[in-house]
């Protein structure tokens, strides 16, 4: 089975903000945007990225938070428009990054248009609903014998702060839901925004709480975990019960070119085997594009898991 990740989307901002949008901490992303992030996040690349991920018909594809930039109503309805013209409800499950809650808006002109993206089993239950609001989560997309648990870690924070926080609430219930997956023989996709390794991200930009969910992580199990944020490529690991399980960051799905540790454009497609008695193995191919020709080719393949790891 396949599955994909893309992350740090970071759509164009479709129209100037007026100046009541502007008070406060959104100001400092909008200059942000104008000087220096629309220049790194482009249309272009994405949709060469989008293709050929369509292309791949992996089962599902994971947005792994950061679709657009300051949290504008005008910025979510572009959002919503652009999802639906490039894939179905039940293509895609996305969790909220930093900038998707950039400061805070009410749910139903903001983060709740997304909700269908968002739809999945909560509360430990079989039945599948859309969110309530930003603390209705983890839910849960199962695909066969996948069970991708996705999180919100991106509560709104203070100018100048990109920090990541689960709170206890979820943390137990992210706890719950992987132990409870486990337990009926899935395969077990745990999908954040913030890294959950102290490397990854500097104080600023760090999950508060990492340490907390690694311990659940620890106790409960996982076979792999994808987060995005850094936007540059993160291989990692995770100690659990069963041994180390990675953690993959993935790069920006927008870059144009190369810059610094930045790579160009990309996303990640797993490709997972296996099963609970035999053992599980996750391999993955980045796929990137090449700015000379405009091609997505493949850029590294790595077995992250495998029944003898
Ligand atoms: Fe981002
Ligand atoms: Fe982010």
Redo the contacts with the bound molecule.
Sequence with gaps: MRLAQLT?IHLPIPSAPTASELLGKRLFGYLSWTRNRKYRHRLDPLERIVADCRQAAPALTVIS??LINISLQSEFSAALQWLGNHFEYSQVAYCP???DAYVRTPWHTGLGLLSPYMSGERDGGPQVRAPRGPEDFPFVRKIGALSVVLANSSPPTLPCL?TGRLGSAQIDAIGRTLSAQGAAGQCRILVL?HPLTDEAAPRRKALDDRKALRSVVHDAGVELVLH??THWPVWASVQTRDGPRPVVGGGSASHPTAHGKYRPARYNLFSIEGDAAAGWRIEVEARELDPASGEVKTAERRILLSPQK
Excluded: K, L
């Design positions: 740090d938070g950061d990054g930093n900038h990109a925004h995005g944020h």
